[in-house]
């Protein structure tokens, strides 16, 4: 299978079916009210991952375009701009760092609150630092963890920015759009942010409770998986009972897709760093994981189709 196969079939577009309004009462209460998973023993390197470190999404671009839906996520700013390219209608991300679910607390406030892309990176400038500081304190006054939504700010804050200009700078030379670089990217993902269509939660992709919560509520929300965006998370994990549960237990589109990546030199990796991507259907992955036949993700790649892109795989095999 090469990249040409990988546009046509992975990157069938289709409208955003819906016109974003904010979500009735009682459907946000679903959300508002999900449950967290114990938080982990020990974070990975003892560190807050406050950006993202893979610099080749757009890799991904053809195969995330205008798939809407609902997009899940894990880690920080690079869900903002798939859920962009996405054209997601809803948007949740779980991860296990409660910091970076604070983090993302900011990322919601300054949305809110940015008109366009210009200001909302601007207000992650150190000369802004303040300010921003000042509209966070304001909009999350009532939040019990307003103290530590400012704290991951402040303490995020000079990375921020020079990743999502990193960011900027990286999808310019590939010629592609992004929500901190293009008015119609961002206006998608502020009006995500203003009718409370993004969610985050601090959970753990084995646990028990968050995943199972989450699967409930987008299916009393009647909403379904579009894409899924796991990051590495599957190079620290197998595929456990837990695993396969919560992925199993949600509803995805016939044509969902799931974006990883895996540190794996022998796998080959993108130009420049040190990250094999990939794309899979989320029906063939939900095929795989009912099989058990493979338990961690590089058995699983084992059976991937480079494309012509250095770096990039497609996994679209059934399992024996």
């Not at 939660?201 to 987008?218: H, I, K, M, Q």
Request: include cysteine; charged fraction near 25%.
């Amino acid at each position: 299978m090469d990249d040409a196969i990988l546009r046509g079939r992975l990157s069938s577009s289709r409208e955003v079916t819906s016109l974003l309004h904010p979500l009735p009462h009682g459907l946000r209460n679903c959300f508002d009210g999900l449950p967290v998973d114990p938080p982990p023993a020990a974070l990975i390197r003892d560190s807050h991952y406050w950006t993202g470190n893979e610099r080749s999404a757009h890799l991904w671009y053809q195969a995330v375009q205008a798939r809407g839906g609902t997009y899940l996520g894990v880690g920080t700013d690079l869900n903002y701009t798939l859920a962009g390219w996405a054209r997601a209608e809803f948007m949740i991300v779980v991860d296990f760092d409660q910091s970076v679910i604070d983090l993302h607390h900011a990322y919601l406030g300054l949305l809110e609150r940015c008109e366009t892309p210009e200001q909302f990176l601007a207000s992650w400038s150190e000369r802004a630092r303040t300010t921003s500081g000042d509209l966070l304190r304001e909009r999350w006054a009532a939040d019990p963890r307003r103290t530590q939504i400012l704290q991951a700010f402040r303490m995020a804050q000079p990375m921020v920015t020079r990743r999502l200009n990193r960011v900027r700078r990286q999808l310019r030379v590939h010629a592609l759009p992004s929500f901190i670089d293009d008015r119609t990217e961002y206006d998608h993902v502020r009006t995500l942010a203003c009718n409370g269509r993004i969610v985050v939660v601090r959970g753990d992709y084995n646990g028990n409770d968050t995943l199972t919560a989450v699967a409930v509520a987008l299916r009393a929300a009647k909403l379904r998986l579009g894409v899924v965006y796991l990051s590495n998370v599957e190079q620290y994990l197998e595929y456990t009972p837990n695993f396969c549960r919560n992925f199993l237990a949600l509803d995805i589109d016939t044509d969902a897709v799931v974006v990883r990546t895996l540190a794996r030199r022998a796998f080959g990796l993108a130009p420049g760093e040190h990250y094999h991507y990939n794309v899979q259907s989320a029906v063939v992955f939900a095929d795989w994981l009912r099989g058990g036949t493979v338990r961690r993700l590089d058995e699983l790649l084992r059976f991937r189709t480079m494309t012509i892109e250095n770096g990039l795989s497609v996994l679209e095999c059934a399992p024996p």
